[in-house]
């Protein structure tokens, strides 16, 4: 079993930054991707940028360039530097971690992120 606990969430003016971490305890195995996704009031749950155990990275076309996911295997955690926010990012940020090769899939409960003036 893997808990995920996000942290970072909060409400900034557009234009400010913010940066979310997740840290994963339990059985975390070595070849795994770790990630973000949101959920905007009224829609779907969407990716916003995952990381392999590798370090290969992926965003979603709406955050390139201002937003950076990055982790450290050593300590299993993975973060989400969020610059240049847009009211359209506001969403709660969830942290996702898949385990290759075996379907498994874990989830974390969420942190708010409001960006409003």
């Known amino acids: 079993q893997v808990q995920l606990v996000e942290s970072g969430g909060d409400s900034v003016q557009p234009g400010g930054s913010l940066r979310l971490s997740c840290a994963a305890s339990?059985?975390?195995?070595?070849?795994?991707?770790m990630g973000w996704y949101r959920q905007a009031p009224g829609k779907q749950r969407e990716l916003v940028a995952r990381?392999?155990?590798?370090?290969?990275?992926n965003y979603a076309d709406s955050v390139k360039d201002r937003f950076t996911i990055s982790r450290d295997n050593a300590k299993n955690t993975v973060s989400l530097q969020m610059n240049s926010l847009k009211p359209e990012d506001t969403a709660v940020y969830y942290c996702?971690?898949?385990?290759?090769?075996?379907?498994?899939?874990?989830w974390g409960k969420g942190t708010l992120v409001t960006v409003s003036s």
């Open positions: 339990g059985s975390i195995f070595r070849y795994n991707v």
């Open positions: 996702n971690l898949v385990v290759l090769g075996s379907g498994m899939d874990y």
């Open positions: 990381i392999t155990s590798a370090g290969s990275t």
